[in-house]
């Protein structure tokens, strides 16, 4: 899954609280607070939604909420670490309103279950990422003096019938998630233990929500999935058909049902897998205007037998012959990438590998992370977590530098160029500027005139950061 949009170094998202009021109140309010990858943030919107109808608004305000919710992440320690800090604050704020609620949703409450209700008595609640449709009863357990916790994962549950509680109202762009779980075991990973079974959601639910976020004004879908290439709507993972009474769909088919829904929805994707990414994806993405042109494909490592410990089912070459697909069948394509450093017995001729791979393949943008080992990976049971922290760091700094000038040369290409720009809102450094990204996925920054938000706007680039592009708005498109 992609994380932060805006930099390239190993720093998650994080804490973000949204306001959203209910129509059938009980007066009691929702605080949600969430961490990591796309995915959770989507998820959260859809607890927003389950407690609404449960008659709770949303809030901002920490201070006037009867129920704290935090949605966590699991990928590396440091991400979990920030989440223990949060939960000590909540544990005070507790000992001051012990009325109040707090429960751990998403990757750690699943990875840790009732150790952190139970040893480390953080927590009133404990939900997994299948268990939010519980979260009413589970917060009325609390209410009984219990400690509650639901963590079991389903083989079927895609919240496919909630309709999620957009928590950016007014937002021009939304997260649809289009499938959950993932069967890939990469032996670093700890999502499949996480988050389950990979399953897919009905395209028809999926086309609906597409439908309803255009009509409420937003002009971008992001499709999210761990694994979006292995989209599939009654086939099995062999591809047999599973009731030759219904139409089957994969991504590519699917991707083009939401392209036909409108041509002004623009249509973005997170994340490809490279050994599951076929041209027949690539081909509707050319095919289809309202498709971005942005790829994320993440590559982890320029190494054959490093890939091979991480068990990501594709080597070096294979990596480079889709990166060789992209470019053919579409030209203007953008390319970003994940990149791990100091993989279980990465020798420095392996490292230089991921160097020589970055300076062939010169991706657009890159988000990089040194490993860090998780409890009950495939990786923590089979190898030896042997590179050195500053070897980590020293690799880490390294790729981080080559990224940055590559970042830079992305954005020096298009000086001279006009772009087609969404308008997402106002620049966050000045009131007087707008910004939005253009296909690509690069930021774009230029004066306000008199455009607005959810406008496609062309703009002439003229000048450029490694992370901005800054232009002048030549008409509307
Ligand atoms: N250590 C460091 N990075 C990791 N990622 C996943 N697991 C780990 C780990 N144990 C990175 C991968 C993945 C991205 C979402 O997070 O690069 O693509
Ligand atoms: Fe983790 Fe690999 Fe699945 Fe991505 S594809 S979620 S890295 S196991």
Known sequence: MEYNQNKVIDEDRQGDAVEVQSNNTTGKKLYVESYGCQMNFSDSEVVASIMTNEGYSTTRNIEEADVVLINTCSIRDNAEQRVRNRLTEFKHRKEQNPDLVVGILGCMAERLKKSLLEEEKLVDLVAGPDAYRDLPNLVEEVGTGQRAVNVLLSRDETYADISPVRLDQGGISAFVTIMRGCDNMCSFCVVPFTRGRERSRDPHTIIEECRDLLSKGYREVTLLGQNVDSYRWNLTSKGEVKDANQPTTNFAQLMEMVALVSPELRIRFSTSHPKDMTDDVLEIMAKYENICPYIHLPVQSGNSAVLERMNRGYSREWYLDRIASIHRLIPNCAISTD???????????????????????????????????????????????????????????????????????????????????????????????????????????????????????????????????????????
Do not use: W
């Open 339 to 477: 990149i791990i450093t100091g993989f279980c017995g990465e020798t420095d001729e392996e490292h230089a590998e991921t160097i020589s791979l970055m300076e062939q393949v010169q991706f657009d943008f890159a988000y990089m992370f040194k490993y860090s080992e998780r409890p009950k990976t495939l990786a923590e049971r089979r190898f030896e977590d042997d590179v050195p922290e500053e070897v980590k760091a020293k690799r880490l700094n390294e790729i981080i530098e080559l990224q940055l000038k590559h970042s830079r040369l992305s954005n020096d290409k298009q000086i001279g160029k006009t772009v087609k720009v969404l308008v997402e809102g106002t620049s966050k450094r000045s009131e007087e500027h707008l910004c939005g990204r253009n296909g690509q996925n690069a930021m774009v920054v230029f004066p306000r005139e008199n455009y607005v938000k959810g406008q496609y706007v062309f703009v002439k680039i003229t000048s450029c950061t490694s992370a901005t592009l800054r232009g002048e708005a030549v008409s509307i498109c």
